[in-house]
């Protein structure tokens, strides 16, 4: 794929990512990670850049180094998830879909909560 293809991802995965973190309930680092990685293909520098970044870095970082996920991370995914489908719920009624979109969501949380949680710094 044309470096500028893997920047367009990027770039528009980080930008989504951002807009999401202003968004309740929608997800961010998900596309941060999309972004990080089609960077990595398109422009290190800009990876390197997110990947140093104050507020998300490091749970990017962690993700890298053995697909490491936060206590405070899988809680409020998890709550995220929780209020997302209870929306659902309130809105369409416990229909088939609803059952079914709940039925993924705690599939995705239960492989969530089994990632392991970063190093401490006396690992």
């Known amino acids: 794929m044309p470096l500028f293809l893997w920047r367009l991802l990027g770039f528009t995965s980080v930008g989504i990512g951002i807009i999401n973190a202003f968004i309740p309930l929608m997800p961010t680092t998900v596309f941060l990670l999309v972004g990080a990685w089609a960077l990595g293909k398109g422009s ?18 962690d993700w890298e180094d053995g697909r490491r996920v936060s206590a405070r991370g899988k809680r409020l995914a998890a709550l995220g998830m929780a209020i997302g489908w209870g929306l659902l719920v309130l809105w369409r009624g416990l229909t088939l879909p609803a059952i079914l979109v709940g039925l993924l969501l705690a599939a995705i949380a239960s492989w969530l909560w089994r990632r392991p949680e970063p190093r401490t710094s006396d690992d």
Not at 49 to 60: I, S
Request: proline share 11%; aromatic share 12%.
């Open 44 to 61: 290190p520098e800009w990876r390197a850049k997110l990947l140093a970044h104050p507020r998300f870095g490091r749970a990017l970082r």
